[in-house]
């Protein structure tokens, strides 16, 4: 059922788990798709990474470039940058004493054989305050994307929830 401009297409959730896919999510019926990462719970404070889906499984090759600012109210801002690494990295920051954190992200034609783009952004409330995360990333392989994984940099999620939904 459509709500707004999104029409959702499928979801998934965990519990003590080192990862979470969404499989056969992305198809060739939108260009655009929005993934909510809600209920994120890592064992250990650290960085959100990502990983695209295609038909032989979890890409883990070198394909992925990523930037992201990280905006946090007590300190400076930090510019975070990886280029041919196995992962979307930075794309959430979270911490285990934290109330809250989401994630939002668009996926920009993962279906149509062209490179992947992808941008986010997400919350969190720390001890030392308020961090958050403005990020985007590229895919450097022209194929067809059908699902997405996501998993902490260390340790595992104790839960982890991610909806997807495709953009009218």
């Excluded at 600012?69 to 930090?78: I, K, P």
Aim: with cysteine; charged share 10%; aromatic share 14%.
């Amino acid at each position: 059922m459509a709500v707004g401009n999104l029409e959702f297409i499928k979801s998934a959730s965990g519990t003590s788990v080192s990862s979470l896919s969404v499989t056969d999510c992305f198809s060739a019926s939108y260009d655009v798709y929005y993934v909510s990462v809600t209920d994120l719970n890592p064992d250990a404070t650290n960085y959100q990474y990502a990983r695209f889906i295609d038909s032989g499984g979890v890409d883990s090759t070198t394909n992925y470039d990523s930037a992201s600012l990280a905006l946090r109210n007590w300190t400076t801002f930090a510019e975070l940058r990886s280029v041919n690494q196995t992962s979307i990295q930075y794309i959430s920051y979270r911490g285990t004493d934290t109330n809250g954190t989401g994630i939002g992200m668009y996926v920009f034609n993962p279906y149509s054989s062209n490179y992947t783009f992808t941008t986010a952004q997400s919350s969190t409330q720390l001890g030392a305050g308020t961090f958050g995360v403005k990020h985007i990333s590229v895919h450097k392989v022209a194929e067809q994307i059908t699902g997405i994984n996501f998993f902490p940099a260390s340790g595992t999620y104790d839960n982890i929830t991610i909806n997807v939904y495709g953009v009218k």
